[in-house]
């Protein structure tokens, strides 16, 4: 499957690339980011994968989270998809900024016209793994995920929809029971159908009830000043609550006085680096 160049710039010792590639299961060409630190060029690297929020693209943590001094000195290749199909010509696709272009959820979809292209689940977990790792030096046995809002909700259903594969999982402010929240009910609807039984498989909250895996370490940074905490789309008590229940480990971290933006991602993104390097690396 053919790489196409976009991009490449220098940053601390590594290259920041990005590529354009037709994708099977979206059926459109899609971009996504890759940084090679400078241990890249010697050896085999572990993968951590990036999952942005609603309206991003693969350019928004790329150029405003300031990873990338810790990616560098931890040797982590750190892939940053776009967040859904884009130019599929559906109707409505671009009528809202929560749903269609730039708010895929992470889910494949299994509604007309939606299903054909907005198989954003299957891409990230499937085909863009399968992609990196025939193309750039990754340890395919060595993989992580993280996210924001709508990511950081993807970030969690990833893992624990797939028990295992995923090395370490963390989260900013992830939207994390959709089934109860304005934006999940919006997208699960017009995604998954009005059988609201078919939205539990992609919501985080419901999904920890039924894990079987390995022991998790999930960390969770959120900020107190968050207008969409306060507003109900993020939920983050009800799904800490599940994994109590399921003596599942979370660290969960209030920030006081951070919100929703990148501004709150760049405070705390080192910090989820080294969460990730110590299980990638270990």
Known sequence: MALKQISSNKCFGGLQKVFEHDSVELSCKMKFAVYLPPKAETGKCPALYWLSGLTCTEQNFISKSGYHQAASEHGLIVIVPDTSPRGCNIKGEDDSWDFGTGAGFYVDATEDPWKTNYRMYSYITEELPQLINANFPVDPQRM?????????????????????????????????????????????????????????????????????????????????????????????DNFIAACTEKKIPVVFRLQEGYDHSYYFIATFITDHIRHHAKYLNA
């Not at 390995?214 to 000043?225: E, F, P």
């Open 144 to 236: 992580s995920i993280f996210g924001h809002s709508m990511g950081g909700h993807g970030a969690l259903i990833c893992t624990l929809k797939n028990p295992g594969k995923y090395k370490s999982v963390s989260a900013f402010a992830p939207i994390c029971n959709p089934v109860l929240c304005p934006w999940g009910k919006k997208a699960f609807r017009g995604y998954l159908g009005t059988d609201e039984s078919k939205w539990k498989a992609y919501d985080a909250t419901h999904l920890v009830k039924s894990y079987p895996g390995s022991q998790l370490d999930i960390l969770i940074d959120q900020g107190k000043d968050d207008q969409f905490l306060s507003d109900g789309q993020l939920l983050p």
